[in-house]
């Protein structure tokens, strides 16, 4: 008995709180990630309230008798696996790779022949491109003959990647003056006036069926598809 009601009154309650065991999860990888993960989650989610731990409780507050929570352990474990499981499918899609290789080309290919055009405008100068089945490469026309640019590093022969085919459609009847004459001549002009052959070519690759267009129209729009 205590002394007195002062004494009674001051002293408190023992608490006893029990933490229980944190899980240990086995993880195999990259194969046997899904079966001991799996297995864990099964039996994480069979657990009532009462028997988790008191400290990971937290998603279990007001729920009724024989409803299920969640620890934050478990809640982690689980964005992990979803972590896991998106790289492995980001990794395994393959197929799409090539064709984001292929629609990088394509990109890197328009923003070449915008500055080409750009160039020939700033300069006054006729500039061309020679598509080829695997390359393509800027021209400058100089003494009524068709080199390669030299003095701008950007525009120099370029070649594509291992397994990327270009195929180059024209207008079938082009305006005079953006026609090419010989079979080893450039087959796009970019001219002096802005404006440019008419074209549209299309990326393509064996390893998938997706096909990626680059078009241009006789005013210098370009348009990606």
């Not at 993880?27 to 899904?34: D, E, N, S, T």
């Not at 079966?35 to 309230?49: C, E, Q, Y």
């Not at 979803?82 to 292929?102: K, N, W, Y």
């Not at 009524?144 to 370029?158: A, G």
Request: glycine share 8%; charged share 25%; hydrophobic share 45%.
């Amino acid at each position: 008995m205590p002394r007195n009601h002062t004494e009674a009154h001051e002293r408190k309650p023992e608490m006893n709180i029990s933490f229980g065991v944190i899980p240990r999860v086995s993880v195999a990888m990259p194969f046997g990630l899904g079966r001991g993960l799996a297995s864990f989650l099964v039996k994480a989610l069979r657990r009532t309230p009462s028997e988790q731990p008191a400290c990971g409780r937290l998603f279990a507050f007001g729920r009724r008798s024989g409803q299920h929570g969640f620890t934050l352990l478990e809640l982690m474990v689980v964005l992990v696996i979803i972590g896991v499981i998106l790289t492995f499918i980001g990794l395994s899609g393959g197929g799409d790779s090539r064709a984001e290789q292929m629609q990088r080309e394509m990109r890197r290919l328009a923003a070449l022949v915008e500055l080409a055009s750009e160039e020939a405008v700033l300069r006054s100068e006729q500039l061309a491109i020679r598509f080829g089945e695997t390359d393509y490469e800027f021209m400058l026309l100089e003494a009524n003959q068709w080199l390669p640019i030299s003095d701008i590093p950007l525009l120099r022969l370029r070649e594509l990647p291992k397994g990327i085919e270009l195929h180059l459609e024209l207008q079938e009847n082009p305006p005079p003056g953006l026609k090419a004459e010989e079979a080893e001549s450039p087959q796009v002009f970019l001219l002096s006036s802005g404006e440019m052959t008419p074209f549209m070519l299309t990326f393509s690759a064996p390893e998938t069926e997706r096909r990626f267009q680059l078009k241009a129209s006789l005013l210098g729009h370009l348009e990606l598809e």
